[in-house]
């Protein structure tokens, strides 16, 4: 699945990249194919150990992590009005890509040694929450709203997974909501003005709106077969922007239609399933929790980025894990898949 997923990113990269004065794609194709080798140089590496040691080294790994992200704030490049890029030399890396991994396994971990006979309750949350808050403000910080919120919601399905009694996740809720204004305030304007042209997009059809409805159109002329290869005309006349990270999949729905963005998600369908699989196979606890973290993960950024180029949610940044552009996504997802992989190698051996 991960081949060709990687093929199909490759040559949709190269479509949405390609201009007829230059006859060709830019470069950023070639850096997706790079991007993908070292991904699975990683994959292969991260099947080299047992698992179990990220058990004792949850916490460090995690701390490094948000080290990079101290790092980010305070030295990090400036893109697209966000600070969230370390430059080295010829290129840079998201450390919230990271944080992502690794809030996974320091959760995991956390549940994994908290025995629990019956439900866990709001005070065996206090930890958890904790974990989760500081990467989150640190993020949010950025800003970087749509990392943040993938944050929130891979951990919570962690949380929900390991039964949480429902009063506790009922107090939560509310003071979620309560809190809601809170959040408003902290948005920044042009994040506001998403949330609002998400509820009216005729208030700023040319402005906030104009991502969303020009994905909208995109998606809608490719029917069910598609324009074809290079000739989505949307495309090839820049009207759809940031088509090669956000809406990726909407330069695939122009150029393949209905067929070819159902194949793409019968892809990770299959993926999501195979995580699902390994995850109720695997012998023990922390295992399993990484397993339905990762796979989360990849079931939310599926489910938001094609909920947003279609204007079923608003335009929150988050891109179509494997198949937008972007190197530290890629590189981190692809360690996550060797990770399960070095779970499902290891499902037999019992570990006390």
């Not at 908290?114 to 949010?140: C, H, Q, S, T």
């Not at 944050?151 to 996740?169: A, D, P, Y």
């Not at 059809?205 to 995109?218: D, F």
Request: glycine share 8%.
């Amino acid at each position: 699945m991960l081949i060709f997923i990687g093929l199909l990113s490759v040559f949709n990269l190269y479509s949405a990249t390609y201009t007829i004065r230059s006859m060709g794609g830019s470069q950023i194709y070639v850096k997706q194919i790079c991007w993908y080798a070292i991904g699975f140089l990683i994959l292969l590496l991260m099947t080299t150990f047992d698992y179990h040691i990220l058990d004792r080294f949850a916490y460090p790994l995690f701390f490094i992590s948000l080290i990079f992200l101290v790092a980010s704030l305070k030295i990090g490049k400036v893109a697209y009005g966000s600070q969230r890029w370390l430059s080295f030399g010829y290129f840079s890396v998201q450390p919230s890509e990271m944080v992502k991994v690794s809030l996974v396994i320091v959760l995991a971990r956390y549940f994994s040694k908290l025995e629990k006979m019956g439900n866990y309750r709001l005070r065996d949350l206090f930890g958890p929450l904790i974990l989760i808050a500081i990467p989150f403000i640190m993020i949010v910080y950025q800003p970087d709203l749509g990392t943040a919120l993938m944050l929130i919601i891979v951990s919570f399905s962690i949380i929900i997974f390991v039964n949480v009694n429902w009063r506790s996740l009922l107090i939560f809720l509310s003071t979620a909501v309560l809190s809601a204004p809170f959040f408003w305030i902290m948005l920044q304007e042009y994040q506001k003005k998403r949330i609002i042209t998400f509820l009216r997009p005729d208030l700023d059809p040319l402005g906030a709106a104009y991502h969303v409805t020009q994905s909208k159109i995109t998606i809608g002329s490719g029917l069910l077969w598609g324009k074809g290869f290079l000739k989505g005309t949307q495309t090839r006349l820049n009207f759809l922007p940031q088509q090669h990270t956000d809406f990726s999949f909407s330069v695939l729905a122009e150029e393949w239609g209905l067929v070819g963005s159902a194949t793409l998600l019968f892809l990770y369908l299959f993926l999501i399933l195979w995580c699902i699989n390994i995850a109720k196979s695997s012998k023990d606890k922390f295992g399993t929790l990484i397993v339905v973290g990762i796979a989360a993960s990849i079931f939310w950024h599926l489910t938001i980025n094609v909920g947003m180029v279609t204007g079923l949610l608003p335009v929150v940044g988050i891109p179509l894990v494997l198949f937008s552009y972007g190197g530290s996504s890629v590189i981190s997802t692809m360690a996550a898949m060797g990770l399960i992989m070095n779970i499902s190698m290891r499902r037999f051996i019992f570990q006390e």
